[in-house]
């Protein structure tokens, strides 16, 4: 997935190794908040649907806010944090644990 996004956005991700996971995935692409661009990436667990968005953290420090660690919000789990310059969302109808790999991985 990530030579995909080569040229196509201002920054480089790295991917957490989930091949040993029940993690599967199923696709991605560009996405913009704002007038920032980022990459957003779909997987499946089990039955489940979590997508992952990933954008620089200078694009988007003014207007959001920040509270670390998973939440329910409407049937959903989110997760968002910081780390190497860029800022991950992770949304998804997964368990909170399942969401939370993604910020230990």
Request: proline share 5%; glycine share 10%; charged share 20%.
């Amino acid at each position: 997935m990530k030579p995909w996004f080569q040229g196509k956005l201002p920054f480089t991700f790295n991917l957490p190794d989930l091949q040993t996971s029940q993690f599967v995935l199923v696709g991605g692409r560009v996405t913009y908040l704002g007038q920032a661009p980022g990459a957003h990436l779909i997987f499946h667990i089990r039955k489940h649907q979590i997508s992952v968005f990933i954008f620089q953290d200078r694009d988007l420090r003014v207007g959001l806010g920040s509270v670390p660690g998973a939440r329910k919000r409407h049937s959903f789990e989110v997760d968002s944090w910081s780390q190497d310059g860029l800022r991950y969302f992770v949304i998804g109808d997964a368990s909170a644990a399942d969401i939370q790999i993604w910020q230990r991985a």
